[in-house]
């Protein structure tokens, strides 16, 4: 039996914005996929990435591991003098991390343009 991974992503860099915009589709939830993708996101500050831009429009669902891989990307980004944002997060994932106080050190955003500060 073969495990299908729960959280697909699609990463785009834009190197004349200093951005990277990660589209997300399925859950977040803890897997190993969403470890990659924390990994990832480290390595890519590191490197001197400031702004994260993080499409949510098709996460289906955050857990508690999901929430906390998020807050550890933007401890990151934020030690770094950058900023994440998060766009098209649904009514119940926005609850989920409202609760645990992420929008006030995330940018919670309705559209892409919103993130980008245009």
Known sequence: MTLKPNLKTTVATDPGRDEQLVTLKGKLIGSPACYALLDETRDRVQDGLKFIILDMSAVEMINSAGAGILAAM?????????????????????????????????????????????
């Open 74 to 118: 933007l401890t990151s980004t934020r030690n770094q003098g950058g900023a994440l944002s998060l766009v098209g997060l649904s009514d119940r994932n926005r609850k989920v991390l409202e609760f645990l106080h992420l929008h006030q050190f995330a940018n919670f955003c309705d559209s892409l343009e919103q993130a980008r500060g245009a």
